[in-house]
């Protein structure tokens, strides 16, 4: 009787840790997969004992458009896997980019809701170049998430907020627009805030962000601009 009461307590306590597990599907292009980012969710995940897999389907210069008509994504959602589904393209702050954030958002959007997942868009940020576009940037993200009743994880607007504090670790790689490994981890805190919006970030210690960032202060930095996002909410 003892045994058969460990085994049912093993397998319940197993069935409730498949539960808490979380399935990501990352779709974008190398804004997305510079420093693996996916992987940085699930780091920090794990800090919370929380169990996040993530799966990337990203591809150079690749915009939604792209990845509907190769069909990878829509193969990828028919198995129902994914609790959530994190889109991202350009900085899509003019009229093209928009639409496309609407319409082809729209469409994943549909195979969300067939499919059991939830969509959130990851608003990037505009090279340093056109760095005078990000006020668009982060409009039409907005507008395209609230459109397509999806979530939004504004990783943009922070990245903003961040850089009008001087003197902090840089959020661009040396070409001005992709992210340093400091911007990855941002991306990647901001992603993972949006889908556990319970858990308190400051709870986070400093040495466990240590492969991507230098500097302490400039992690506090998120730390707190996250925290003063969420109670603006």
Known sequence: MQLRFIWILF???????QDKSKQLL????????????????EHIASNFNETVETTALCYPNYALVDHLKEGKLQKLLKTGTFDYVIVQQGPSSQNEGKQMLLD????IKV???ANGSQLAFFMVWPSKYYYHTFDAVIANHKLAAK??????????????????VKGQETLYS???????KAGSFLAALTIFNTIYPDKTLKDLPFEMSQT???????FHSI????NNKNLKK
């Open 26 to 41: 990352f779709v974008g292009n190398s804004l997305t997969y510079t420093n693996d980012l996916p992987k940085i969710v």
């Open 223 to 226: 730390i707190k601009l996250i």
């Open 147 to 164: 459109t397509n009743n999806a979530l939004l994880c504004p990783v943009g607007e922070l990245w903003k907020a961040y850089d009008m």
């Open 111 to 113: 195979l969300c809701d």
């Open 11 to 17: 397998i319940s306590l197993s069935i409730y840790s």
């Open 104 to 107: 082809d958002g729209a469409k």
């Open 174 to 180: 040396a070409d001005d627009f992709h992210p340093s």
């Open 212 to 218: 991507w960032m230098t500097s302490k202060d400039s």
